[in-house]
């Protein structure tokens, strides 16, 4: 009986710390692959050179980039609205 008790304790106290620590949201400092705000050194090159009439030329990692950025607000905001 002692050493069930014992055993139902530390489970116990494991799932508490598990549920627990599931709650707290999303902290991109634990998370430090990758950062949409912070593009990489391929994107930080542009623009690359403007034409004739004037049109500015950005490489694809820069195209890209944006697209990831339109993503990450659109996500955002539906966060917010719930």
Known sequence: MRRLS???IVTLSLLFCLSSS??????PAL???YDVLNPGPEV????LEF???GNL???QA???WVEELKQEVIKLR???RK
């Open 44 to 47: 930080r090159l542009n623009p």
């Open 6 to 8: 014992r055993t139902a």
């Open 22 to 27: 599931c709650h707290r949201g999303y902290n």
């Open 62 to 64: 820069f195209i890209l």
């Open 78 to 80: 539906k966060e917010i």
């Open 51 to 53: 034409t004739e009439d």
């Open 57 to 59: 030329i950005v490489n």
């Open 31 to 33: 998370y430090p692959s």
